[in-house]
């Protein structure tokens, strides 16, 4: 089936650093591709999402281009701040078989800690 | 907009017994996607609910079942309870019959078994 392989934590940077946390997939299809954010106790939050090939979605200074030739999803953010700490999961939309609709597949998570 | 709401916020039960937990989706959204989330791992499908009616199911046996209500709502049930059942249970709602069924999460249920 399909999955998610995403960079391995925890990463820990200073403030004003420039964050990569990498993501590639595996899929059949050609599923959309997702990023969210889990802050401490919290569920999870939509943090960008692309939903086809060299799409690039952004939020939050965040970044991350949908790349089918490398099957990459990486997210990139140019300044981080303390506010940025957190686990980050990359996921994709995986085709329910039979049903036609839709669930998520989720990476491991990466854990960044940001020092001020 | 009211966002996915989900309660109890956190649960302890013992081995052998069963838990509901509660969802309630993001005002006009109609599919309903329990997801259970082990500590320090990423989530994992349970199941899905459309019209009132599982559609499509993970790796989860039987005793994970679900309900869904004509507002939308929905329930997952969790029969003889296991230690390895101690996880985050999270609700996501979404539209289902638009340009984009993007998920929207609640904050979550810890469950602990002891």
């Known amino acids: 089936g399909d999955s998610v392989t995403q960079m391995e934590g925890p990463v820990t940077l200073s403030e004003e650093a420039f964050l990569t946390i990498n993501c590639t997939y595996t899929?059949?299809?050609?599923?959309?591709l997702f990023w969210y954010v889990q802050y401490p106790g919290e569920g999870l939050q939509l943090l960008l999402k692309a939903t086809k090939a060299d799409d690039k979605g952004s939020n939050k200074g965040f970044e991350a281009t949908y790349r089918k030739e490398t099957t990459s999803f990486h997210l990139e953010k140019g300044s981080v701040q303390v506010s940025d700490s957190a686990v980050y999961f990359c996921?994709?939309?995986?085709?329910?078989?039979?049903?036609?609709?839709?669930?998520?597949?989720f990476g491991t998570g990466t854990r960044l800690t940001i020092i001020p | 907009e009211t966002g996915v709401t989900q309660s109890p916020t956190h649960l302890i039960k013992t081995r052998g017994q069963q838990v509901t937990l509660r969802c309630s989706s993001q005002s006009g959204h109609n599919t309903v996607s329990w997801y259970q989330q082990a500590l320090g791992q990423g989530p994992q499908f349970i199941f899905q609910y459309y019209r009132e009616e599982e559609n499509g199911r993970g790796n989860f046996p039987p005793r994970f079942s679900g309900l869904q209500f004509p507002n939308y709502s929905s329930e997952l049930n969790v029969n003889a309870l296991e230690l390895d059942d101690s996880a985050l249970y999270l609700c996501a709602s979404s539209f289902r019959g638009g340009s984009t069924d993007t998920q929207y999460f609640g904050p979550g249920t810890r469950l602990t078994v002891l």
């Open positions: 996921a994709l939309s995986d085709l329910i078989s039979n049903f036609g609709n839709e669930k998520l597949t």
């Open positions: 899929a059949t299809g050609y599923p959309s």
